[in-house]
């Protein structure tokens, strides 16, 4: 059985820094793409980085050069900077392999002062 879980959550002052991981456990031939999305109650799921297996990275907007993903075969970082109240949410890790996309439980950021 395929599973994804998320680490590295937390709380974070205003400006501080948060990196986040995701490792994926079970037997997979191979991954493809993987990346972050986020969310608050009351609303959607809002995707905040992907990155495809041959390393095109696509950013949200709303990013802004704050954060950067990386990616291993089985891993995938996000490295969240200059954070701000509004990046409160509860960040889900997703990797999409040959047996489909799978996705994390979730880990809470809460950004405050």
């Known amino acids: 059985q395929v599973q994804v879980e998320e680490f590295g959550g937390g709380m974070a002052q205003p400006g501080g820094s948060l990196r986040l991981s995701c490792t994926l456990s079970?037997?997979?031939?191979?991954?493809?793409?993987m990346g972050w999305y986020r969310q608050v109650p009351g609303k959607e799921r809002e995707l905040v980085a992907t990155?495809?297996?041959?390393?095109q990275i696509h950013y949200a907007d709303f990013v802004e050069g704050r954060f950067i993903i990386s990616r291993g075969n089985i891993q995938v970082f996000l490295q969240m900077d200059r954070l701000q109240p509004e990046d409160t949410a509860v960040y889900f890790c997703y990797m999409t392999a040959n047996t489909g996309r799978s996705w994390g439980r979730g880990i809470q950021v809460t950004v405050s002062s």
């Open positions: 079970g037997e997979v031939f191979r991954v493809y793409d």
């Open positions: 990155c495809t297996r041959d390393g």
